[in-house]
């Protein structure tokens, strides 16, 4: 049998769908979504859609129905859609020079409008399409209709068609936990902001020249900033998205920004390329921002070659899957769940680990408490060698949950 272009496809007893296999996605009748495999052997005889062998007029083919995808599987498919109008809302923000900051507990602890409206997005976006999952987001805000314009009903096709791994094939959306960080290094955020700002005006005629030259170093912390979704199950951090939403900020004005990573373990990683710092070099990051004595008694006694201070959870994850750093240490509370809950997941898939200062893992239920008291130390390779190295005033100081 010659498989042709177009076929019909048998949905239900009088519903025929005739289309190219390539793009058949739902039935035309109904809508129902169809998914499938096709075996390309040829078979005549008997053909039974209950039991997933769907008839074609004028040749008859054995479509081997892969059932609806698994959960788990749509809401990343999901998430990942989500982060990337996640990511278009924050340099939406930043380019209105509006930012809305408001401090939280300090000013090193702040909140923009960015911040509240990419987790408006994220949070009504998944419970809509998800509404029986748990979905704990960073900021607190007052319960309020969304915009429906803030809403992402949309999924990656590309991760829908994967395979789930078996051992979650089967899980139920309210066993499901999302660790939402809508906006991770706010502060950098900020300040890149103050520099963009500064720069574009600094291009107005008559207007600034010489005084933008201070601010103009800023504009690297662009990167700094991620949106972070994170998927835990049975307290594991399963899954999970990071969106860079100034990635090739350096491209200059007409450049399409922005990038998304993602992984799932079992699965695999992707929207990045995975390297290793070259050699045995130990180039330690850290804060930029939220620093203290412990972080730097614990950064020397990791013994680096080389120091690198920047701002963002998500940021210091993606310096160790792409070869910048060999670890992650802040010996310090601070990070949160939704910091640590997407980076995690995205880095264990690759082989790395990220656990507190004694390198005890970190659980992800919903009921657990936000803190990660007892620091982030995160590396792609070697992670016994820089538990080995945190001082004991540190694992006095930061007691694991
Ligand atoms: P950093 O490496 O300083 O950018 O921190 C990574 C994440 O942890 C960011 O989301 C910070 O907001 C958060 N964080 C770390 N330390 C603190 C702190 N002392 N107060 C508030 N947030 C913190
Ligand atoms: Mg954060
Ligand atoms: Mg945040």
């Given amino acids: 049998m010659k498989l042709g272009p ?82 278009a809302i924050v340099r939406k923000v930043l380019h209105s020079g509006e930012l809305g900051i408001v401090e939280k507990t300090g000013a090193n602890d702040l909140q923009t409008l960015a911040d509240r409206l990419a987790q408006q997005s994220i949070c009504a976006s998944l419970s809509r399409s998800f509404p029986k999952i748990t979905i704990i987001g960073e900021e607190e805000l007052p319960a309020e209709e969304i915009k429906e314009d803030l809403i992402e009903g949309g999924h990656s096709e590309e991760i829908l068609q994967k395979t789930c791994p078996a051992e979650y094939s089967g899980l139920k959306e309210e066993e499901l936990v999302v660790w939402v960080d809508p906006l991770d290094g706010t502060k950098e955020y900020t300040e890149a902001s103050r520099c963009h700002h500064h720069q574009t005006e600094a291009q107005i005629p008559n207007k600034g020249s010489d005084t933008s030259r201070p601010h103009s170093t800023a504009l690297w912390l662009l990167d700094n900033v991620t949106v972070l979704i994170g998927i835990a199950y049975e307290g594991r951090a399963i899954a999970g998205v990071i969106n860079q939403p100034f990635y090739n900020y350096q491209l200059g004005a007409g450049a399409s920004l922005g990038r998304t990573m993602w992984g799932m373990l079992g699965l695999g990683a992707f929207g990045f390329q995975l390297q290793e710092v070259p050699g045995d070099r130990r180039i330690v990051t850290t804060t930029r921002s939220h620093s203290n004595k412990l972080v730097t008694d614990c950064v020397n006694a990791m013994e680096p070659h080389e120091v690198i201070k920047v701002g963002g959870a998500g940021n210091k994850i993606i310096q160790l899957v792409e070869g910048k750093a060999s670890a992650y240490v802040f010996a310090s509370p601070g990070c949160k769940k939704w910091d640590t809950c997407a980076p995690e997941a995205i880095l264990h898939t690759v082989g790395g680990k990220l656990t507190d200062m004694h390198g005890n893992a970190y659980c992800y239920n919903a009921n657990v408490k936000h803190m990660n008291s007892a620091g982030v130390l995160a590396t792609l390779r070697n992670h016994e060698y820089y538990v080995s190295r945190v001082p004991q005033s540190v694992l006095q100081a930061l007691k694991s949950d």
């Fill in 6 to 87: 177009t076929y019909d496809l048998l949905h239900s007893e009088n519903h025929f769908y005739r289309q190219s296999v390539s793009d058949a996605r739902s039935c035309a009748r109904c809508l129902t979504p169809i998914y499938f495999r096709i075996c390309l052997k040829a078979v005549d005889g008997v053909v039974d859609p209950l039991k997933g062998v769907w008839r074609l007029p004028r040749c008859v083919a054995i479509i081997t129905m892969s059932g609806s995808p698994a959960v788990v599987m749509r809401l990343v498919a999901s998430a990942h859609t989500v982060a990337e109008k996640a990511g």
